[in-house]
Each structure stands twice: as structure tokens, then as C-alpha cells.
């Protein structure tokens, strides 16, 4: 029996309805326990640093993940920047704390989803989500659109 991912599964519409919900928090965003407050939407930043748009620093296939994750292809690592916790020794400080990355588009967000799988990663992973999850249910929602069909990992910090 094949495996199909939960957000395969939901019914027509149901997508877009959590996306669109997700998108009311960053109004006064509550994303994270942090809660700053700030309007997102309107370019305002807190603690995160992120504004409407999501930041990557980079993606591509990882293999330094735990082994289910990583099967033969790699894991499909999208690092997201900055990060609501701040761990003093975290072994992506130029992402968590500098803030390496660039804000980009949804659509190259989801087509980022798109190439990892097209390359054959066993999953779409998510490095430091927590601020971003509007951002991620949008995108996700123009890479189902066009075949996005791999598991989905929220590799999160804990701090949620």
C-alpha cells in the first residue's frame, strides 16, 4: 500500500481555508510563544524578524538527518532563517541569528517543494517552520497544484 500524506487527504478547499486562517494570526502574530503582536502583513517585524514573505537560506537534498529521513535520495531540506529560540551554540547560527537567507516568492517557495522532489528526496523537510507557517501552507498549496505528493517533516526547535 502506498503512503499519502495527510494534506493529500483533506477535502476540496480545506487547504485553502487553513491557509487563509493561518494568514489572519499574522495579522497580529501569534505565530510562536513570543507572541509579539506585530501585523506581518504590513511589514512589521518582531522578534522573528520576518515579515509577509518567507526567508530561505538554502535547500537541497541533506543527508545528515536521522536515517528514515534520509532513505537513499536525501532529506528535502528547506532552511527557513531566523529562529523564535536563540540557542546560544546552534549549529545554524548564520541562519537562526544572522539571518542568512533571502526573502522569496510563494511561487518559488512551492517550487523549491517541487525540485526537491523532482530530485528524488524521500520528504520535504522544514528547518525552523514556526514563523512560517502561513508562508508554508500558501506554497504548499501551489505545489500540490502541480504533483507535490512526498510527506511533509516540521523539523522545529521545540519552542512552539
Not at 7 to 15: A, S
Not at 24 to 46: A, D, F, Q, S, T
Request: hydrophobic share 30%.
Amino acid at each position: 500500500m502506498k503512503f499519502i500524506p495527510s494534506y493529500l487527504k483533506l477535502k476540496k478547499g480545506e487547504l485553502k481555508k487553513r491557509t487563509k486562517k493561518a494568514y489572519e494570526i499574522l495579522e497580529e502574530c501569534r505565530l510562536c510563544p513570543r507572541e509579539c503582536g506585530v501585523n506581518r502583513i504590513k511589514r512589521e517585524k518582531g522578534f522573528c524578524k520576518s515579515g509577509a514573505l518567507p526567508i530561505v537560506s538554502s535547500f537541497g537534498p541533506h543527508f545528515g538527518e536521522e536515517p528514515p529521513l534520509v532513505g537513499t535520495h536525501g532529506s528535502g531540506t528547506i532552511f527557513l532563517t531566523w529562529c523564535n529560540l536563540c540557542c546560544i551554540y546552534c549549529q545554524n547560527y548564520t541562519i537562526s541569528h544572522l539571518g542568512e537567507g533571502r526573502e522569496i516568492s510563494l511561487e518559488e517557495f512551492a517550487s523549491q517543494m517541487l525540485s526537491l522532489q523532482r530530485r528524488g528526496c524521500h520528504n520535504i523537510n522544514f528547518v525552523t517552520p514556526t514563523h512560517f507557517v502561513p508562508q508554508i501552507l500558501a506554497a504548499l498549496e501551489i505545489a500540490t497544484e502541480k504533483g507535490l505528493n512526498v510527506p511533509l517533516v516540521y523539523n522545529t526547535g521545540g519552542y512552539d
